[in-house]
């Protein structure tokens, strides 16, 4: 019971963490399925905006599974030449309010000749590769990070929490990302174990210690689920509603409150006018 507690004023009571966040940490997962793909991710100013790509004949279409390509649908048409549009509409910001952005490209092929071919789309950018406010961060299939050093300095790459660097491979990672499954059963409702949210905070703790962000993926999404991220303090929050997020987040202050007085429960010391009494015996009656 006094674990339930403790767990409940973790999750009411450290909302103040949630304040401290933005739109800036909005993970825009399978942002090409949402309704307006770049877009809603963009006016929403999200911090990162994840596109997955396949490469077939030459080129890199935008699906999540090879059933949802499309000729159509390309890494250039929906993301690179909008992205570039817009830095050049803003002279060179990411955003209006010049808040950084990532875009995370996420291969679902083979890692090498895959990169390969991003890696020569993106040279026919050079406004998005020189841009300060803009990364491009690698993630799903990667090359051998034996091999990072080959790549543009324009390449960071997705790190894992079972992977281990080099000072040189360390300055490619963005950003840590792991599958929240692998720690913990939690499905987004109701609240976390102590035990499970011990050993989430110990492995956030341990990717800030290396000065790098730490998402999750294979999160539920809902409010419980951004709030006790929040409060855990996640850097990235992973959702396919970006606009819900992006409100919840702006709302917070006004639609929660944290009192900053507390009061000791009132226990009474004596109790009168009760007495233990035995309880009446009844004479079995036989119909």
């Known amino acids: 019971m006094k674990k339930i507690i403790v767990l409940l004023c973790l999750h009411f009571f450290l909302f103040a963490q949630a304040q401290e966040y ?3 940490n909005i993970h825009s997962h399978n942002d090409y399925a949402s309704k307006n793909p770049f877009y809603d991710a963009y006016s929403n100013e999200s911090g990162v905006i994840e596109a997955d790509v396949f490469l077939v004949n030459n080129e890199l279409p935008v699906a999540h599974t090879s059933k949802e390509i499309s000729v159509y649908n ?3 048409s929906m993301y690179l030449d909008p992205l570039s549009n817009k830095l050049k509409a803003l002279n060179g910001k ?4 010049n808040k950084p952005l990532i875009l995370m490209i996420d291969i679902k092929t083979e890692a090498e000749p895959t990169l390969k071919l991003i ?3 993106l040279k026919m950018y050079p406004d998005l590769i020189s841009n300060k406010n803009l990364k491009v961060v690698i993630s799903g299939s990667r090359p051998s990070q034996a091999n990072w050093k080959d790549y543009p300095e324009f390449i ?3 790190g894992r929490l079972n992977e281990n660097y080099s000072p040189e491979q360390l300055a490619r990672v963005e950003m840590i990302s792991e599958d929240l499954k692998e720690i913990t059963p939690w499905n987004g409702k109701g609240v976390m174990t102590q035990v499970d949210a011990e050993k989430v ?3 956030i703790k341990k990717v800030h210690d290396q000065n790098k962000k730490i998402r999750f993926w294979g999160t539920a999404d809902n409010v419980n689920t951004w709030m006790t991220l929040m409060n855990l303090k996640v850097d990235f929050i992973a959702t396919d509603n970006v606009p819900a997020l992006t409100q919840f987040i702006n709302n917070i202050k006004t639609t929660f409150f944290q009192n900053t007085e507390f009061h000791q429960a009132y226990v009474p010391k004596k109790c ?3 007495r233990q009494k035995e309880a009446k015996k009844c004479n079995s009656v036989n119909w």
């Open 156 to 158: 960071y790459f997705d």
């Open 74 to 76: 390309t890494l250039r």
């Open 201 to 203: 905070q110990e492995i």
């Open 94 to 97: 990411a955003y209006p309010s």
């Open 119 to 121: 890696v020569q789309q």
């Open 22 to 24: 933005s739109s800036s």
């Open 272 to 274: 009168f006018g009760f």
